[in-house]
Every structure is written in structure tokens, then in C-alpha cells.
């Protein structure tokens, strides 16, 4: 099943939601619950609104930025060059 999500963005804030139903696809086929996630990085806020078995919960706490590190390894990838970085989970390993 593909579930198309938009993703806004600026410098400082990003909101994450599902798209609004495209041409051809019927919403009673399938229900999708209201999902969003808002982060703010200047105030180091995330906020996530979630349905789940029926109840909708709004999430709230601070963002834990990654510890990322910068590798060797270059890449171009659409006609830009990249460089690959990696970082752990420390909650899941």
C-alpha cells in the first residue's frame, strides 16, 4: 500500500502530515488516522499528533539531535554530490 506524506520545512520548523487525497483514490477503501509531526529546532520542541485504535494522542518533547560522523565515502546521488555520514540509536542499537 503506498501512503504519500508531504514534508514542509524551513531553517528553523518542519511539519511532516499525509498528503490530501489524490485524483483516483477512494478514502473509503481505506481510513487513515490523522497523523502530523512539528518540530521546532529553535526551541528544541518536537510535537507529534497520532491516531491510534482509535484514540488520537498528541506527543510532546524535546528533540535529541543525532551525533553524527562524516565519512570518507562520496557519493553523487541526482546530480549532487553527497557525503555519507552515519549515527547510532542509542535507545535501539
Same mark, same amino acid.
Not at 41 to 48: P, S, T, V
Not at 51 to 58: A, D, N
Not at 67 to 89: A, F, P, S, Y
Given at each position: +500500500? !503506498?501512503?504519500?506524506?508531504? $514534508?514542509?520545512? #524551513?531553517?528553523? /520548523? #518542519?511539519?511532516y %502530515? *499525509? %498528503?490530501? &487525497?489524490?485524483?483516483?483514490? #477512494? #478514502?473509503?477503501l481505506?481510513?487513515k488516522?490523522? *497523523? !502530523?509531526? *512539528?518540530?521546532?529546532f529553535?526551541?528544541?520542541?518536537?510535537?507529534? $499528533? @497520532? &491516531?491510534?485504535?482509535?484514540?488520537?494522542y !498528541?506527543? &510532546?518533547?524535546? !528533540?535529541?539531535?543525532? =551525533?553524527?560522523?562524516?565519512?570518507? /565515502? $562520496? =557519493? /553523487?546521488v @541526482?546530480?549532487? $554530490?553527497? +557525503?555519507?555520514?552515519?549515527?547510532?540509536?542509542?535507545?535501539k =542499537?
Amino acid at each position: +500500500m !503506498l501512503i504519500k506524506v508531504n $514534508l514542509f520545512f #524551513s531553517p528553523v /520548523e #518542519s511539519i511532516y %502530515a *499525509y %498528503a490530501d &487525497e489524490t485524483e483516483g483514490e #477512494s #478514502s473509503y477503501l481505506r481510513r487513515k488516522g490523522d *497523523y !502530523l509531526i *512539528y518540530r521546532n529546532f529553535e526551541e528544541n520542541k518536537i510535537k507529534e $499528533l @497520532q &491516531e491510534m485504535f482509535g484514540k488520537i494522542y !498528541l506527543i &510532546e518533547d524535546n !528533540l535529541n539531535p543525532y =551525533k553524527w560522523r562524516v565519512m570518507n /565515502e $562520496l =557519493k /553523487e546521488v @541526482q546530480g549532487h $554530490l553527497c +557525503m555519507k555520514t552515519i549515527t547510532e540509536d542509542t535507545v535501539k =542499537k
